[in-house]
């Protein structure tokens, strides 16, 4: 599958692993599961420490700080995806992980999907993991078609 380059901000990268149209599985928190009701665009984000950095990370969409943009090449912002309230998106972290030592966390991201294929422009504040500036990733048209 597509993977983007690493974007480095301070001691912290980021880059895309992954992004699909699809109905993806949400999590109760009794531990039930059910697919999504519509299609959503899933985006999956990894983020690393380099070795000397220590921090913490939380998950990118919706947590108070949440810091993410997604957009067409037309600039057409996109809605976050509304998750049913009990829910979690399968994949989505919870509570916080740690990035010390290099270690790669896999966060998960959904929003409404775009009306026409077209290539996607991720930026994620920097500031949500103690640095500054904007991690900026394309996501090529060709790479999150529906399957």
Same mark, same amino acid.
């Given at each position: 599958? @597509?993977? /983007?380059?690493?974007?480095?901000?301070?001691?912290?990268?980021?880059?895309?692993?992954?992004?699909?149209?699809?109905?993806?599985?949400?999590?109760?928190?009794?531990?039930?599961?059910?697919?999504?009701?519509?299609?959503?665009?899933?985006?999956?984000?990894?983020?690393?420490?380099?070795?000397?950095?220590?921090?913490?990370?939380?998950?990118?969409?919706?947590? @108070?700080?949440?810091?993410?943009?997604?957009?067409? /090449?037309?600039?057409?912002?996109?809605?976050?995806?509304?998750?049913?309230?009990? @829910?979690?998106?399968?994949?989505?972290?919870?509570?916080?992980?740690?990035?010390?030592?290099?270690?790669?966390?896999?966060?998960?991201?959904?929003?409404?999907?775009?009306?026409?294929?077209?290539?996607?422009?991720?930026?994620?504040?920097?500031?949500?993991?103690?640095?500054?500036?904007?991690?900026?990733?394309?996501?090529?048209?060709?790479?999150?078609?529906?399957?």
């Amino acid at each position: 599958g @597509f993977a /983007s380059t690493w974007d480095r901000r301070g001691e912290i990268e980021t880059r895309v692993v992954g992004a699909q149209v699809c109905r993806p599985i949400l999590t109760a928190d009794s531990g039930e599961w059910t697919r999504a009701p519509a299609p959503l665009l899933v985006v999956w984000v990894e983020t690393r420490s380099l070795p000397s950095g220590r921090w913490l990370l939380r998950r990118w969409q919706g947590s @108070f700080s949440d810091s993410i943009e997604l957009a067409t /090449s037309t600039k057409e912002k996109l809605a976050a995806a509304a998750i049913p309230v009990g @829910f979690w998106l399968g994949g989505q972290l919870k509570g916080e992980r740690s990035l010390a030592g290099g270690e790669c966390v896999i966060d998960v991201l959904a929003f409404a999907p775009p009306a026409s294929t077209t290539d996607l422009w991720l930026r994620l504040g920097a500031q949500h993991v103690g640095e500054r500036g904007v991690f900026s990733h394309m996501i090529p048209a060709g790479t999150w078609r529906s399957k």
